[in-house]
Nanobody, 116 residues
Framework: EVRLVESGGGLVQPGESLRLSCAAS????????MSWVRQAPGKEREWVST???????IYAESVKGRFTISRDNAKMTLYLQMNSLKPEDTAVYYC??????????RGQGTQVTVSS
């Protein structure tokens, strides 16, 4: 069974940083591209970033230059380093695996709130 368990969210002030983690199990993590997606209250789910098995990365324009996605295949863990956080980054963040034509979250997500 595929499991993705996110952690690391919290309440921070604008300009601060957070590092999210996602522990994966139940599939061959190292050969899969992985993504972070987020959903703010009342909004559609939004793709944030993807890292391919070889380590190449892509980012949404809204987070480019502030967020860094990475992975540790030995630990089967995905990360998202978020710097210079803005109030508009407030959302529930999910890690996701590509399934059936979409980035599919499997966990509960982790809440990130950016507020002064």
């Amino acid at each position: 069974e595929v499991r993705l368990v996110e952690s690391g969210g919290g309440l921070v002030q604008p300009g601060e940083s957070l590092r999210l983690s996602c522990a994966a199990s139940g599939f061959t993590f190292s050969v899969n591209a992985m993504s972070w997606v987020r959903q703010a209250p009342g909004k559609e789910r939004e793709w944030v970033s993807t890292i391919n098995p070889g380590g190449s990365t892509i980012y949404a324009e809204s987070v480019k230059g502030r967020f860094t996605i990475s992975r540790d295949n030995a630990k089967m863990t995905l990360y998202l380093q978020m710097n210079s956080l803005k109030p508009e980054d407030t959302a529930v963040y999910y890690c996701a695996k590509w399934d059936a034509g979409a980035w599919t979250p499997r966990g509960q997500g982790t809440q990130v709130t950016v507020s002064s």
